[in-house]
């Protein structure tokens, strides 16, 4: 059987690129990233693609600010059909998914969110976490869907808040926990296939 063929769309720094990419190089991960995309042309997450002398590319300029337009959008499809990509995965993409892609990678798309699901959903979910005073929060993998982190869970990762945690060191020891999970959900649901 071939390999997932993925693309990965981001915003940032890129880390969960990275540990996905060095995941399938450590062959943890069977799939092959096919390019990544950024929205914004001086994102991290494009130079660590160069790194892996993967390819690389920014999305078209959008006038929203938290969407692709709707031409950017159907560009954006129309490359991915054209790649033969299989699976969308989000890492750290700032920019809400619309009907376009939805309708054309149905249970295809993929998005990590640092929270245990569907306990503080949107922007900053570490801070979140810390103004509820709980005492666990964690990581999810699940799918995208019309609702903001609304999709179907696909595997989470509990990480503990600790005493005298500040919104840096809860942020890293989440991402931390998203490092191992992204890659193995993802090689988990490759290889059972099951969707949801
Ligand atoms: C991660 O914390 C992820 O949960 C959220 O965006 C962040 C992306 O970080 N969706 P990075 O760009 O992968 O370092």
């Given at each position: 059987?071939?390999?997932?063929?993925?693309?990965?769309?981001?915003?940032?720094?890129?880390?969960?690129?990275?540990?996905?990419?060095?995941?399938?190089?450590?062959?943890?991960?069977?799939?092959?990233?096919?390019?990544?995309?950024?929205?914004?042309?001086?994102?991290?997450?494009?130079?660590r693609a160069?790194?892996?002398?993967?390819?690389?590319?920014?999305?078209?300029?959008?006038?929203?600010?938290?969407?692709?337009?709707?031409?950017?959008?159907?560009a954006l499809?129309?490359?991915?059909?054209?790649?033969?990509?299989?699976?969308?995965?989000?890492?750290?993409?700032?920019?809400?998914?619309?009907?376009?892609?939805?309708?054309?990678?149905?249970?295809?798309?993929?998005?990590?969110?640092?929270?245990?699901?569907?306990?503080?959903?949107?922007?900053?979910?570490?801070?979140?976490?810390?103004?509820?005073?709980?005492?666990?929060?964690?990581?999810?993998?699940?799918?995208?869907?019309?609702?903001?982190?609304?999709?179907?869970?696909?595997?989470?990762?509990?990480?503990?808040?600790?005493?005298?945690?500040?919104?840096?060191?809860?942020?890293?020891?989440?991402?931390?926990?998203?490092?191992?999970?992204?890659?193995?959900?993802?090689?988990?649901?490759?290889?059972?296939?099951?969707?949801?």
């Open positions: 059987m071939s390999r997932p063929r993925l693309a990965v769309l981001g915003s940032g720094r890129g880390s969960n690129f990275v540990a996905l990419q060095t995941a399938i190089l450590e062959h943890r991960l069977d799939a092959e990233i096919v390019f990544v995309a950024s929205d914004l042309p001086d994102a991290a997450i494009l130079t160069a790194e892996f002398g993967l390819p690389h590319l920014t999305l078209p300029p959008s006038p929203f600010k938290t969407k692709l337009s709707p031409e950017g959008e159907l499809v129309a490359y991915l059909q054209q790649h033969e990509v299989e699976w969308v995965v989000l890492a750290g993409y700032m920019r809400v998914v619309k009907p376009p892609l939805l309708d054309a990678f149905p249970n295809r798309i993929v998005n990590i969110h640092p929270s245990l699901l569907p306990a503080f959903k949107g922007l900053r979910a570490w801070e979140q976490a810390l103004a509820a005073g709980v005492t666990e929060t964690g990581c999810t993998v699940h799918y995208v869907n019309a609702e903001i982190d609304g999709g179907a869970i696909i595997a989470q990762e509990r990480v503990p808040v600790l005493t005298g945690d500040n919104s840096e060191t809860l942020h890293a020891r989440i991402q931390e926990a998203e490092h191992r999970l992204y890659p193995a959900a993802l090689e988990r649901l490759f290889t059972s296939g099951i969707q949801a």
